[in-house]
T-cell receptor, first 115, second 110 residues
Framework: EPEVTQTPSHQVTQMGQEVILRCVPISNHLYFYWYRQILGQKVEFLVSFYNNEISEKSEIFDDQFSVERPDGSNFTLKIRSTKLEDSAMYFC?????????????FGPGTRLTVT | DAKTTQPPSMDCAEGRAANLPCNHS???????VYWYRQIHSQGPQYIIH???NNETNEMASLIITEDRKSSTLILPHATLRDTAVYYC???????????FGTGTLLAVQP
């Protein structure tokens, strides 16, 4: 069964460093998302991406964050200058088509630890 | 904020049906009801979704009331591996982002 994959599974970085989290969405999916979950808190929407453009973003997704689809298979989240409060699980998701009738499938997540 | 209300926790005996309720009294006509679950800190797992009609797949059944203000997720034969946090999410209209609440922690007991 096709699945979303994410690398690395755990990333440790120092405050102020740039970090790139990588995702490979399901191959025929066209709509991509990033969510995050701070330990013990709710899963939060960050950004959605379709047709090489950001479709929607939350207030969390400020200028320190960016997303990119560098090739036909990868989808990345970059945090330019990490802060302690960026420590969280980051989940990538994809859906076949934009629109709420199409379910989103989540990857296993990348645990980001900022020290 | 989440548009749904769920009990914080429920217990279920292994092998019995688990019925998880959700209230979404402000749902709009073009919004869908989705159910996801999360086991420990794993990625949320899609279970089922529906608009108006009841739905069934290999994992679960979704019963939506006629007025669409509430729904029930049914796991027909719960196993220990079904212990997880279950999220009921309403999405649609101008967005398809998922807004997660705190969900229901389902504990399946042996």
């Amino acid at each position: 069964e096709p699945e979303v994959t994410q690398t690395p599974s755990h990333q440790v970085t120092q405050m102020g460093q740039e970090v790139i989290l990588r995702c490979v969405p399901i191959s025929n999916h066209l709509y991509f998302y990033w969510y995050r979950q701070i330990l013990g808190q709710k899963v939060e929407f960050l950004v959605s991406f379709y047709n090489n453009e950001i479709s929607e973003k939350s207030e969390i997704f400020d200028d320190q964050f960016s997303v990119e689809r560098p090739d036909g298979s990868n989808f990345t989240l970059k945090i330019r200058s990490t802060k302690l409060e960026d420590s969280a699980m980051y989940f990538c998701a994809s859906s076949y088509w934009p629109g709420p009738s199409y379910e989103q499938y989540f990857g296993p997540g990348t645990r980001l630890t900022v020290t | 904020d989440a548009k749904t209300t769920q009990p914080p926790s429920m217990d279920c005996a292994e092998g019995r049906a688990a019925n998880l309720p959700c209230n979404h009294s402000t749902i709009s006509g073009n919004e869908y009801v989705y159910w996801y679950r999360q086991i420990h800190s794993q990625g949320p797992q899609y279970i089922i979704h529906g608009l108006k009609n009841n739905e069934t797949n290999e994992m679960a059944s979704l019963i939506i009331t006629e007025d669409r203000k509430s729904s029930t997720l049914i796991l027909p034969h719960a196993t220990l591996r079904d212990t997880a946090v279950y999220y009921c999410i309403v999405t649609g209209g101008a967005t398809n982002k998922l807004i997660f609440g705190t969900g229901t922690l389902l504990a399946v007991q042996p």
